[in-house]
């Protein structure tokens, strides 16, 4: 029926109507697109800013980025400086601590050498006192036997006031009183001789341990040394304040 009316309708009116159908469609469509181009302008706008800012942004990353890697080749050139100087001190402690140690058994068994000695010198000495004594009192006894040494010398070994003249003592007696004083003075020689030489070996001893307490002090000034200086460098390779070191205690000397 309606198909039927619009058959009746005059053409001309059916196209008027249509046609104003029409425009208003295009008007509707003209007003979405200027919506759309108004809108597609102002998101160009918005992105444009975007990415400008997004390119800022990505230039202070670059540059951040760049400073960063200079930063970290220069770190890691700071370190692996650090690491040939600690790897250069450990061999120069190493080398010193080599030297030290060889030089503490040399001077522990020269110590021990001397100590031997004195000890031998102690026991000769002592035995060439005995000795000394024993041939001593031999003497007292012979000259007390002598009836011309018993009148020159006294039971101390004393030398008398001489009464006799030299024209009656015989020749014998001159001989054996020469022989007697030779003896004498070669046993106090030969003694004193041996008590310098003890002597020398104390002093000697004396010195070596006192070069052996020095070198034990300077071993562990150097081990603090090197201890201070390592946890210096690594602190500062890392950028951290320094730790206090403990310092170690000092090894006593030894009594001379």
């Given at each position: 029926m309606r198909e039927s009316q619009l058959q009746q309708e005059d053409p001309m009116d059916r196209y008027k109507r249509e046609n104003r159908r029409l425009q208003e469609a295009?008007?509707?469509?003209?007003?979405?697109?200027?919506?759309l181009a108004h809108e597609l302008v102002t998101s160009k706008i918005a992105l444009r800013n975007d990415l400008d800012q997004a390119e800022d942004k990505a230039d202070v990353l670059n540059k951040e980025l760049l400073l960063t890697k200079q930063r970290l080749v220069e770190t890691e050139e700071e370190k692996r400086k650090q690491e040939e100087?600690?790897?250069?001190?450990?061999?120069?402690?190493?080398?010193?601590?080599?030297k030290a140690e060889y030089?503490?058994?040399?001077?522990?068994?020269?110590?021990?050498?001397?100590?031997?000695?004195?000890?031998?010198?102690?026991?000769?000495?002592?035995?060439?006192?005995?000795a000394s004594k024993e041939e001593l009192e031999v003497v007292k006894?012979?000259?007390?036997?002598?009836?011309?040494?018993?009148?020159?010398?006294?039971?101390e070994g004393a030398l008398k006031v001489a009464t006799i003249s030299r024209e009656d003592q015989g020749i014998e007696s001159d001989d054996e009183k020469d022989s007697l004083k030779k003896q004498l003075r070669e046993m106090e020689l030969e003694l004193a001789q041996t008590k310098l030489q003890l002597v020398e070996a104390k002093c000697k001893i004396q010195e070596l341990e006192h070069?052996?307490?020095?070198?034990?002090?300077?071993?562990?000034?150097?081990?603090?040394?090197?201890?201070?200086?390592?946890?210096?460098?690594?602190?500062?390779?890392?950028?951290?304040q320094p730790l206090q070191v403990p310092q170690a205690a000092q090894p006593p000397k030894e009594s001379t």
């Open positions: 295009s008007m509707r469509l003209e007003q979405e697109n200027d919506d100087e600690t790897a250069q001190l450990k061999e120069v402690f190493r080398k010193q601590l080599e030089e503490i058994k040399k001077t522990t068994a020269i110590i021990a050498e001397y100590k031997q000695i004195c000890s031998q010198l102690s026991t000769r000495l002592e035995k060439q006192q005995a006894g012979k000259m007390m036997a002598c009836k011309h040494c018993s009148d020159i010398f006294s039971k070069q052996r307490g020095a070198l034990m002090n300077e071993i562990q000034a150097a081990k603090n040394s090197w201890f201070s200086k390592t946890l210096n460098s690594i602190k500062t390779a890392t950028g951290t």
